[in-house]
């Protein structure tokens, strides 16, 4: 891939801003808002692949369990607007229950994820969305994900029953839960790429606005005339970020 | 967890969270366990709930003290020097990218019953009401010599040679009076043996933002051991908190080789942890009496600002030991909107802990809330060369983190058999780094 996959990031538009893939973003005179986004989700329904999916619209089957990557960015462009992504992973730490708040601190968007195929896992995605609402940002936007659907979605003429039959989470059931708890609704195949694109689009939108006029705090470090030199965030140069891209 | 790691590490604090990140961005299988349902161990920084639960067993706080959430309340007071090495660390690995900073906004000595600005520069020498005209003058030159001195320019040296001579010939060849000489040795270098490097750190630590050497981050300091827990975890590890941690097992030659939970062993061939799940191998030398109070207003007479270091030196209260008192406030995201966080903390002289840091508890003002805690400072009795365990020093009462960076470097070294080297990245590397891109 080219160079700008060592920093994990790529282009895409999204949909809603109808403009071509290829449109790079020097020629856009929209700045850029960044938004910290954070995955949330059962182990293994498969946070890292939806992220790879809308990042670098890949999928790796067997994906380890995630190792290497700080964050991956990603913009994606409105109308009106152009957001830069800064999605963060658990990096594993919720297998054991042992997510450290700081992965929620300023986040503005989440994307809570389970397994069409396991009930269990809406469970815990419930489980997540309340601790979400007790500890985050109270503004912030979350979208809820069913993933996997490849799985209960016929493949072949008469494997129709078999795979439906292997979901354990009814659409209905799931959707009249996110809006009950005032949640986007997604339902995704990050293998095959049905509806990733979507959850980020419309998280974009949904952002409000005011949150984007203001900088986040981290931007703006008061006390002196300027950011503290010498700490600055680095623009995505972590080596860790490699292993997000298949190159 | 019945695998085999390379070291697995006990305790969540700072010490055990750098290594931890450090060791497994090498490579390192690293096992990471805490038996509290929180990060950070001694450096956490609690919510409300938490706080009452460590020290009132379990009472509510008062609602007029607004959301729990609001709250981060560090267990440890200390503050990061601008230039100092904790700096150096989060800058080596990154681990600044999930964080926030901000400045102390002053630092401030009490003397002969005053609260004064301690100055850090020879432009706040000339303002400072510590000193009189002439002194002034000469204290303005010994800045000025510290802050151009060059360690590989002898031009800068001025004929002394500060590796070899004690700081008192720096302050007589500059003429400084005792009252000068002790206010930079305890308020500037902020240690009994106040060698000239320490500082040269706070003066370049004040040169690279002004009004203080000091920054903190936001959240509280909780943050800095879930920032390198984060790395460790990004390169491999595995954590798991609230995880009893019931034995520690040797192999036949008295070498460690696993640790069990519960029916679970861990397999491993190195341990590092802190003081607390070692009791057999660790002695105390000394103690800290800390008081934490939640204040409604800023500390007096520090010109209202939102966070300052104060140091009481040891001979204004006739003490061996100074007196430090850390202040942050809402703008640092650790309370409630108009509410101020300060500490008060020194080491213990006598069986009256809490009698001892009355004149640093005298300078705040009513407090709506303290508490007041006394804790061993406990070390390593063996250097973990023969058992392969490798412990860490409890959190000493600098105002700093310096002692902290020195026991990471002490037990990188005995882990891994090197130095822990740092690349020193620059505004201009990282500049050149973004264009090339």
Redesign the interface.
């Known amino acids: 891939m080219s160079?700008?996959s060592?920093?994990g990031t790529a282009e895409s538009p999204a949909r809603a801003g109808g403009e071509s893939n290829n449109v790079p973003s020097q020629n856009n005179n929209l700045k850029p808002v960044q938004v910290k986004l954070v995955l949330l989700g059962e182990a293994a329904v498969g946070k890292s692949s939806l992220v790879l999916r809308f990042v670098n619209n890949e999928f790796q089957e067997n994906k380890e369990p995630?190792?290497?990557?700080?964050f991956l960015t990603q913009k994606c462009r409105l109308e009106d607007k152009v957001i830069k992504f800064e999605i963060w992973d658990t990096?594993?730490?919720e297998?054991?229950?042992?997510l450290?708040?700081?992965?929620y601190?300023n986040a503005q968007a989440a994307v809570v994820v389970y397994d069409v195929t396991k009930s269990a896992s809406l469970d815990k995605a419930k489980s997540w969305v309340k601790e979400l609402q007790?500890?985050a940002n109270p503004n912030i936007v979350i979208a809820l994900a069913g993933n996997k659907i490849d799985l209960v979605q016929p493949t072949e003429e008469g494997e129709e029953e078999s795979a439906e039959s292997g979901r354990q989470v009814p659409t209905d059931e799931a959707k009249a839960y996110a809006m009950e708890a005032g949640l986007l609704f997604f339902e995704t195949s990050a293998k095959k790429g049905d509806g990733v694109r979507d959850v980020f689009t419309e998280i974009a939108k949904k952002i409000p606005l005011e949150l984007m006029m203001s900088p986040r705090?981290?931007q703006i470090?008061?006390?002196?005339p300027s950011p503290?030199?010498?700490?600055?965030?680095?623009?995505g140069?972590?080596p860790?970020q490699n292993s997000g891209c298949s190159c | 967890m019945d695998e085999q790691y390379d070291i697995i590490v006990l305790g969540t604090g700072l010490t055990e969270c750098v290594l931890s990140g450090l060791l497994s961005v090498e490579g390192k299988k690293v096992l990471h366990m805490d038996r509290n349902d929180y990060y950070g161990g001694e450096s956490a920084s609690l919510n409300l709930t938490q706080l009452y639960r460590k020290f009132r067993s379990g009472a509510t706080a008062s609602s007029e003290l607004g959301k729990d959430r609001d709250y981060n309340i560090d267990l440890i007071p200390k503050f990061m020097m601008a230039n100092g090495e904790l700096v150096r660390i989060l800058t080596h690995t990154d681990v600044t990218r999930y964080l926030e900073f901000k400045q102390i906004s002053g630092s401030f000595v009490y003397r002969e019953g005053k609260i004064s600005k301690v100055p850090a520069s020879e432009m706040e020498a000339v303002r400072s009401p510590l000193m009189g005209l002439f002194e002034k003058r000469r204290a303005k030159k010994f800045f000025e010599y510290m802050q151009n001195w060059v360690a590989d320019d002898p031009s800068t040296h001025q004929g002394l040679d500060l590796e070899k001579i004690p700081m008192s010939a720096v302050y007589e060849k500059f003429g400084l009076e005792p009252g000068t000489q002790d206010f930079i040795g305890h308020a500037m270098a902020l240690y009994l043996d106040d060698s000239y490097e320490r500082i040269i750190l706070y003066i370049t630590s004040v040169a690279r933002y002004g009004k203080s050497p000091y920054i903190y981050p936001l959240y509280g300091l909780g943050e800095l051991p879930q920032g390198f827990a984060r790395l460790s975890a990004i390169y491999g590890g595995t954590y798991m908190l609230d995880k009893p941690v019931d034995e520690i097992v040797y192999d036949a030659d008295g070498k460690v080789c696993g640790v069990r939970s519960g029916d679970e062993v861990a397999k491993t061939k190195q341990v590092i942890g802190d003081p607390s799940y070692f009791s057999s191998k660790i002695r105390k030398v000394g103690k800290v009496v800390r008081a934490i109070c939640i204040l409604k207003h800023p500390i007096p007479n520090t010109d209202d600002v939102d966070s300052i270091q104060l140091v009481i030196p040891q001979n204004q209260v006739n003490r061996k030991h100074d007196i430090y008192i850390a202040s942050v406030s809402s703008s640092h995201n650790v309370c409630a909107k108009d509410y101020f966080l300060a500490i008060v903390s020194t080491i213990v002289e006598t069986d009256n802990p809490e009698a001892e840091i009355k004149p640093g508890l005298d300078l705040l003002g009513p407090c709506v809330e303290k508490f007041i805690s006394v804790t061993d400072l406990e070390e390593p009795i063996e250097d973990g060369s023969k058992d392969q365990v490798f412990i860490s020093r409890s959190y000493d009462a600098t105002s700093h983190f310096g002692t902290v960076c020195e026991d990471v470097k002490s037990i990188y070294r005995r882990v891994t058999g090197q130095e822990l080297t740092l690349k020193q990245r620059t505004r201009q590397d990282e500049e050149q780094k973004e264009m090339a891109e």
């Open positions: 160079n700008n060592r920093q995630t190792i290497g990557a700080a990096a594993g730490q297998r054991f229950h042992s450290a708040p700081m992965y601190r007790r500890q705090p981290r470090v008061n006390g002196g503290l030199p010498g700490l600055p965030r680095a623009n140069q972590n860790g």
